[in-house]
């Protein structure tokens, strides 16, 4: 069996290498997305959340190492996504969710794949908002709307800015007895 397993945030050794050797597999492939910072994404300084996923899949490929063939890479920050990239080069028949940084909704997510999804005990995150899961996805990219959305945010802000701006302004002339 081909099990394809995403590393979201921080697991036990012990409980990574126990929830594995439970499902018997032949070959583990780890992707761990990286976890970037709102700011380094704004900044596109993600090098230092690549290599922390890298040293996640090295940890986790050391731990499994005497359960079967096991190979990794660090993936793109959404976890659909690197899934996607991870399916391209391994054909997994089982898809595993391990870390406490695992979204409620990513089962959903990754049923679009056709594959099986299954998680190990205690990679059921906080249960995020229908807001946050929106936010998260404008974040990351993928959607058509996220050129048009980052386009009219940022010209509200101005607006909302440049209104605060001209109201201190008049109230300073006012406050002065000039106006």
């Known amino acids: 069996m081909n099990l394809l397993l995403l590393l979201l945030g921080d697991m036990s050794p012990q409980e990574l290498h126990d929830g594995i050797a439970a499902l018997g597999p032949t070959r583990v492939h780890v992707v761990a997305p990286m976890m970037v910072t709102p700011l380094a994404w704004l900044a596109t300084a993600e090098d230092d959340a690549h290599r922390q996923a890298e040293v996640r899949v090295l940890e986790a490929e050391w731990t499994l190492a005497d359960e079967a063939a096991t190979g990794g890479e660090a993936g793109e920050a959404d976890p659909v996504q690197a899934v996607e990239d991870a399916l391209r080069r391994f ?52 959607g058509s709307e996220t050129p048009f959305v980052l386009f009219v945010g940022v010209n509200a802000a101005l607006f ?3 209104i605060v701006l001209s109201l201190l302004i008049l109230l300073i002339l006012w406050l002065s007895g000039t106006l």
Request: proline share 7%; glycine share 16%.
């Open 91 to 142: 054909p997994a028949d089982e898809i595993v969710i391990a870390g406490d940084d695992a979204d409620p909704d990513l089962e959903d997510a990754l049923a679009r794949f056709g594959i099986p999804v299954a998680r190990l005990a205690g990679a059921a995150g906080p249960r995020r908002s229908r807001g946050f899961r929106a936010l998260r996805g404008l974040a990351g990219g993928h």
């Open 160 to 162: 909302l800015a440049g």
